[in-house]
């Protein structure tokens, strides 16, 4: 999910968030896993041999209604979308260091407006290496092409299809645990390259402005307070540059430059409760002399809750800055808060729902704001090793101060099949 400040994970791309949250995060050690992430000796897909290596090819096909296709905010049309995606995983089976990757393609129909039809693809590396025995590097990288979502409060409101863009992402982390010390160093770098987009009239709505490339760098501390406590400090630098060429014929650089600095806790409580918090102060400079930059509060949490054996609950919460969609903004902060809940029904069958709410502001030459808010229920039925079974139902509300960003109500149903091998 991307960040001019620091974040929790990276979340489901909404907006287009210009670093990845999970890149800066730090993974909870020690947790076990939640009733989805759980093995289940009896509903585990077997895949392949090669070598060393397992491939797990998978195929799904999901149907859905969405009552405002469009995210219009008067008048929304319904229509029912059907989208095909294949994916195959390679994962390694060694005793030390790791590496996997996978790659997917998805088409999607819709039976009413036709412009909507899109397909995306792209592919994801993970690798970890052993130094030694206190020392290890992960590398995760990404390339994807795809079509920005109609609901982003980026998306271009008057293109008569979807947005298509690229978006390249890598990650380089290394963490060296000296005992009461662990360091975590991580540097990151995101591509965003935007196509133009037609309007209805057949005019081009340029796009190119919002080409940008992000530049990260972090270093954080944890130090042992006790056994299950640590203390933790962070800080990290960072660089937007728009890279594109502007449709104005004077515009303001958007260009910008900040830090963020955060102290918290890192928590390992018996087996119920495990996670961070953290907070501190972030800056922001623009490059340009006519929007001022930003100095606010910089904050995260994710923490994991084991309820009972059977149930598990998150709280995920951070403050973030993503790209604008916008020749009048350097960007917009989201501070957002989420929290999820999974509970294994039988052991085949998982219960989850989410909501969230975020709050968006802007940052550069117009002030002003928007409220999310989501809400998601579903279930899970693992019929057998290779059959998976799931629904989901969810909805989205924006409300916004003015028409700079778009008001609208989204409601969704869906289900599908999903086979692995």
Known sequence: ?????????????????????????????????????????????????????????????????????????????????????????????????????????????????????????GARLRGRLDIDRDTSARLIASLDSLAENRANITSARDARRPTRYRRADALLSVARDTGPVQLIGDAQIVVLDFDDAVASDGSVLEQDFRDSLYLRGALTALVDVSPRVSALLRGQVDRLHYTGTPATPDPFDRDTTGYAVEAGLRVELTNLLFGQVRAGVLHREVDGPSAKGLTGLSFGADLTWNLTPLTTVKLLADRQVEEGGSQLVSGNVRSQVRVEAEHELLRNVILEARAGYARIDTVGQVDTSADEYTLMVGATWKLDRNFRVFARADRFQRFADNDFFREFTRNRVSAGVRVVF
């Open 1 to 121: 999910m991307h960040h001019l400040a620091a974040t929790s994970r990276l979340s489901a791309f909404a907006g287009l968030l210009l670093a990845g949250a999970a890149a800066n995060a730090q993974s909870v050690q020690g947790a076990p896993p939640s009733p989805s992430e759980r093995e289940q000796k009896d509903y585990e897909p077997v895949g392949g041999r090669i070598g060393s290596f397992f491939l797990y090819p998978s195929a799904e096909a999901r149907i859905e209604y969405d009552d405002n296709i469009l995210a219009l905010p008067d008048n929304g049309d319904g229509d029912v979308e059907l989208t095909l995606r294949g994916q195959v995983a390679l994962k390694s089976r060694w005793k030390r260091h790791s590496l996997e990757g996978e790659a997917y393609i998805q088409q999607s129909y819709h039976g009413k407006f036709e412009t909507e039809d899109v397909m995306e693809g």
